[in-house]
């Protein structure tokens, strides 16, 4: 059986618990793999090879970053079929997705700010006859890097690019539950001749190597993405270390559906992003409010396009669901449905399992659900359930929409569909939300801020605001 190791110093290293954990794939139940069961005393020597790393990474020509950080791209473009594979049974995600959109961007996200920081320049503040302030902005040592299980490889370069591109060096972890093309990065980073000790990865549980990570007095700073629960206990952590944050946390993301919209493309995409990776994004749609003179239109409509999706082998390409990540995320999810009965909810479509026939009988997959009669107030409808699950809910006017949208705790991203220029922005500047969507879904820019606000996270992400995070600014002033 394959076992993954940590990769420490630019080498494959084994925990020195010599401990480890079992790997699932999810679509058949069973363990393939074998992952690392690490601890503090793997994060300790994944610290000091950074911390020797940092010495002549952090001074590297900023040219010179940038070419490690294309070849690790290109080599990720080159081996994208294995990638996607290696992804889609890691966590049930179809093979055609994992290759469309997670390893696709995963390339990206490190050709991006390979690029980005040759351009990244910091800001002068005459003052007229007085003197001048300039700004400099210089790596600041060993970054954390903490990542889900949804999106794995593809969330997990969205921190690391930056974090390196700045000249940091980094000391990572993927989610004990999707190791593996982390694992495959680091062979990757071998390959590309990435100076030893600048990325280390080190693989294990979040109470363990997680919380070493975001504990350790030589990691100045962190950036997590993942649960809301977990970004709170990492907050609680490293605010009295007074490190730097960057939070992305959970999602329960409503979907606006106005009378006046184009009815097809709204559909499309709405199926889109209440459903894609089995709901398990944390920007999908979960909440669909719809204006009353056509919800039941929609409702017909959307839920006749749902029966007809296929949850399937997730490398079948005519799969459109795979299966969820985890039995245990199953069970939740499934005992959300059910909360959802009690609490006075109708499910139009879906509510269980499905068990496929072949190498998939004891696979984890579910119906994709819809339900209706629901309070914006309930359960079902204020907490992230992050499953193929959702809710709709007609609504009057454009103040009851704005007020059942931002009626939860979480305000990182939502979808408006209308055709009324002036009441899409009018929308998109009263709605409590890092991220607006008008008229389309999951469009992406990596030059724009990414984050949430509430409870969906602390900072931003993306772009020229990653390279900021990544940086430590400084203020010289010169009196003439
Ligand atoms: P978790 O919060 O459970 O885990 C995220 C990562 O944190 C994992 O690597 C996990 O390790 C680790 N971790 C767990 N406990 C600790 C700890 N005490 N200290 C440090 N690290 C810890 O999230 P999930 O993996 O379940 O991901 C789903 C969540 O992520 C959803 O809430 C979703 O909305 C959110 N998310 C947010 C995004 C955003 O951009 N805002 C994007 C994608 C997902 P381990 O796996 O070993 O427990």
Redesign the pocket.
Known sequence: MLKISNYINGSFAEPVSKQYLDNYNPATGTIYSLIPDSDERDVQVAVDAAKNAFSSWSVLPKEERSNHLLKIAQLIEEKIDVLAEAESIDNGKPLWLAKKMDITRAASNFQFFGTAILHFASESHSMENVGINYTLRSPIGIAGC??????PLY?FSWKIAPALAAGNCVVA?????TPMTAYLLSEICVEAGLPKGVLNIVH????K???A??SHPDIPLIS????????K??AA?AAPMFKKLSL????KNPNIIFADCDFNAMLETTVRSSFTNQGQ???CGSRIFIEKSIYDKFKNAFVERVKKLKVGNPKDDTSNLGAIVSQQHMKKILSYIELAKQEGGKILCGGNQVILKGECENGWFLEPTVIEGLSHTCRTNQE?I?GPVVTLTPFATEEEALFFANSTPYG?SSTLWTQDISRAHRMADKIKSGIVWINCWLVRDLRTP???VKN??VGREGGWEALKFFTEIKNVCIKY
């Open positions: 903490i990542s889900p299980w949804n999106l969330l972890k993927s989610s004990e539950i294990g549980l979040g109470n190597v997680g919380n990570i975001t997590f993405t993942g649960g809301t629960q977990t970004g206990t990492i952590t992305e946390l959970g999602g994004i944390c920007l992230e992050f990182l990414f984050g949430g969906s996270g």
